[in-house]
């Protein structure tokens, strides 16, 4: 869908290792001299940084439709500013999060509907769906960092319930099997290399390395 470069998406819920394998990704791109810019949602960009500022204070109320459409901006923003032209002048750019993040938190877990969240993303939806979305496919009922016993609530969407975490899994669940061709569920290994081994291979499959 990209011409130029290669947009990769990584999603899953809360500390189910996500960051440790964007780190090994990361390591993997440098050591392979690939030309790589890695990003996050909500963010990316100074404006999105501050709508992520907004939406992860504790101290603010929002409601499910107004969470969804300040998503929906931060994105917009997010794309034309840094997205599009990293892909454009070739690079391969790997966003924490994008629109399936929307589509299990505001629409499953939210109730908004995955349909109307998919409609408040239109922009997202029409000019920029990432070529391979890597789903860490784990129960936030056994993530690691529950395993380990650290349970941090640091922003409005960690201090969630454990049921809306669990609809945010179903959510994300849901998207893998409404979208297989874009969508690779990769459940974690206890060794994150082994993990790290299996994203790359789903990288080759889709011949983006
Ligand atoms: P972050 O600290 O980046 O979470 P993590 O480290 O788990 O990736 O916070 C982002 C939070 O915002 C996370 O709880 C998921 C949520 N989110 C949505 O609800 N909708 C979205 O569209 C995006 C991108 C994130």
Redesign the pocket.
Known sequence: MNTKGKFITVE?????G??TQLRLLNDYFEKEGIDAIFT????GTPIAERI?GI??DKNLAVSPRI??EL??V??MEHINNLIKPSLEAGKVVVC???????????GV??SLGIDNVYEINAYARDNCMPDLTIFIDMDPANSWRKRNGTVIL?????G?SHEFHAL?YKGFKEMAKREPERIVSIVPDEDKNVTHKAIIQAFKEKGIV
């Open positions: 899953g819920c809360e500390g189910v996500k960051s996050r949602e909500p963010g992520r939406l992860l969470e969804a998503f929906a931060a994105r924490d999060r994008y629109i399936d993040s929307s589509l299990a938190y505001q877990a939210r640091n922003d409005r969407m960690e969630e945010c």
